[in-house]
């Protein structure tokens, strides 16, 4: 607890002293370092909030990668219209409960351009036996079973 010294946290450590002593010997080094008046001013750092100068929209713009196409998106539903086989089975994620429609019922019920997707979900709508409580959770989540 307390040291042979009644003021001994007055006072700092060894350890302390040396990084103090560090620190003033840096200040010391950084001054004698002063830049001659002949070198222009460091530019100030740009922030999110300042606008970007014309050079580097110019630099962006000119740049050939910028000229390459775009990747195909991600997402990209199958549609009815696409169906290679004569009926479609879908199956509920939750409640496990199977739907089977022929290509040709769904494209007349549907259209050819309707996402498989989209047509398990109508096709299984309000038959879900597994129910959250939740209004915006409850419903099947439709699955393509392939067979």
Not at 108 to 116: D, S
Request: aromatic residues 6%; charged residues 30%.
């Amino acid at each position: 607890m307390a040291g042979r010294r009644v003021a001994d946290w007055r006072f700092p450590t060894p350890k302390q002293e040396r990084a103090e002593e560090t620190a003033r010997n840096m200040a010391r080094a950084a001054q004698a370092r002063l830049p001659v008046d002949d070198t222009p001013p460091p530019m100030p750092a740009v922030g999110p909030a300042d606008p970007m100068p014309d050079s580097y929209w110019e630099s962006i713009l000119t740049d050939p990668r910028a000229e390459a196409t775009r990747p195909p998106p991600s997402y990209n539903p199958r549609r009815l219209a696409d169906a290679r086989r004569e009926a479609i089975r879908f199956e509920c994620l939750r409640c496990f409960r199977i739907v089977e429609v022929t290509v040709s019922d769904a494209i007349k019920l549907y259209g050819g351009q309707a996402p498989t997707k989209d047509v398990g979900r109508k096709l299984l709508e309000q038959g879900c036996q597994s129910r959250t409580g939740s209004r915006d959770d409850d419903g099947c989540w439709p699955d393509i079973v392939k067979s």
